[in-house]
């Protein structure tokens, strides 16, 4: 029998109360105490903090706090990627983001998801699916990136999209929810 933790990170409903996510989930939340007092510090330090809880970052990624996320362990970053302040990264799956890829202040990674079926959302399940981002990406300011979705290499996602599907490499969206941008 699969643990919780395992049907939540292949993408099926699992009950986040389990103890071994619970113990996960508080592991992030200690790291997040110390993280979000380090803004003084330099960002070899916190790139080093990082890299205590993250599954991956590259050299010369930055993160600056605060930031937020579900269990941290689930991350991956590129080599000199950038994520500005107020960033919230909710990492029930994998959120990988590629090298040298600009993250606007307040962006909100979501690979969690819950039930439309209002009995199953009352029973306490969810679910989450990957989210991708290429390399050399830049997201406005806001944005909200939604459970599944992939986005190609040089891409743009405007301020404030609300991106609900994938990105072709090299497009430009912008909106609720993002659609390509019309030639101006």
Known sequence: MRSEKQK?????????????LQ???QRAREWMA???TTLATSPDERRALLRELFAHVGEGAVVRPPFHC???QHISLGDGVFLNFNCVILDVAPVVIGALTQI????????ADHPRD?????????????????????????ALILPG????????????????????????????????????
């Open 8 to 20: 939540m990170l292949a993408g099926e409903a699992y009950r986040p109360g389990d103890p071994e």
């Open 23 to 25: 113990a996960d989930a």
């Open 34 to 36: 110390r993280y979000n």
């Open 70 to 72: 579900d269990y941290g």
């Open 104 to 111: 606007g202040p307040g962006v909100q990674f979501l690979t």
């Open 118 to 142: 209002p009995a199953l959302r009352r029973a306490g399940v969810e679910s989450g699916l990957p989210i991708t981002i290429g390399a050399n990406v830049w997201i406005g300011g806001g």
């Open 149 to 184: 979705v992939t986005v190609g290499d040089d891409a743009i996602i405007g301020a404030g999209a609300v991106v609900t599907r994938d990105v072709q490499a090299g497009t430009t969206v912008v909106g609720n929810p993002a659609r390509p941008r019309g030639k101006a």
